[in-house]
């Protein structure tokens, strides 16, 4: 079965950083890209961030631009954000989603984690 | 970035079809574009449902049954999402998505009531 399960959430205060997870399993990991998305509550989604097969190329929504970095590890199948200086606009549902090939431009997200909740506040 | 305007909410009965419009802002031509559509239940992650091109370049998510289509009104510059035979467990909110460039764009959602 594919999956994908995100980790790391939590309440964070602003300013702070917090570094989110995923671990994927039921596929081969390195043959796809990889994203991250968000929906603040109640809200839309929102594209984060994603990344190729091989990390050689890596883009970011302006919004989070110098502050987040997406990186993945092959060898464990997992895909992570590392999330600085947060401000309480980044509060939401931080999913994890499968490319649907092996380059992120231009993709269709084909498999979605439940997400894992971030809160920014003081 | 662009913005994708969506209808906040439609309806429609069980067994009738159910039209939801994606409108693209004027300088982006939808003819160029995949449009990617999405079904989201509440407190559920988004499901991946298609993406369509044009007739001969479109795909259909693993498992989606084939009542849900895709199209373009070019003349609206408008992305088409076609659910047929509605069920009740249609009834979600529905995005669309578009990479214009470097970058994804959502819709803001529309809330598909089937009644």
């Known amino acids: 079965e594919v999956q994908l399960v995100e980790s790391g959430g939590g309440l964070v205060q602003p300013g702070r950083s917090l570094r989110l997870s995923c671990a994927a399993s039921g596929f081969t990991f390195d043959d796809y890209a990889m994203h991250w998305v968000r929906q603040a509550p109640g809200k839309g989604l929102e594209w984060v961030s994603g990344i190729s097969w091989n990390s050689g190329s890596i883009g970011y929504a302006d919004s989070v631009k110098g502050r987040f970095t997406i990186s993945r590890d092959n060898a464990k199948n997992s895909l992570y954000l590392q999330m600085n200086s947060l401000r309480a606009e980044d509060t939401a549902l931080y999913y994890c989603a499968k490319g649907s090939r092996y380059n992120w431009q231009g993709d269709a997200f084909d498999i979605w984690g439940q997400g894992t909740m971030v809160t920014v506040s003081s | 970035q662009p913005v994708l305007t969506q209808p906040p909410s439609s309806s429609a009965s069980p067994g009738e079809s159910a039209r939801l419009t994606c409108t693209l802002p004027s300088d982006i031509n939808v003819g160029s574009y995949n449009i990617y559509w999405y079904q989201q239940k509440p407190g559920s992650p988004p499901r991946y449902l298609l993406y369509?091109?044009?007739?001969?370049?479109?795909?259909?998510g693993s498992g989606v049954p084939s009542r849900f289509s895709g199209s373009k009104d070019a003349s609206a510059n408008t992305g088409i999402l076609l659910i047929s035979g509605l069920q009740s467990e249609d009834e979600a909110d529905y995005y669309c998505?578009?990479?214009?460039?470097?970058?994804?764009?959502f819709g803001g959602g529309t809330k598909l009531t089937v009644l």
């Open positions: 998505m578009i990479w214009p460039s470097n970058a994804v764009v």
């Open positions: 369509y091109y044009s007739d001969s370049d479109k795909g259909q």
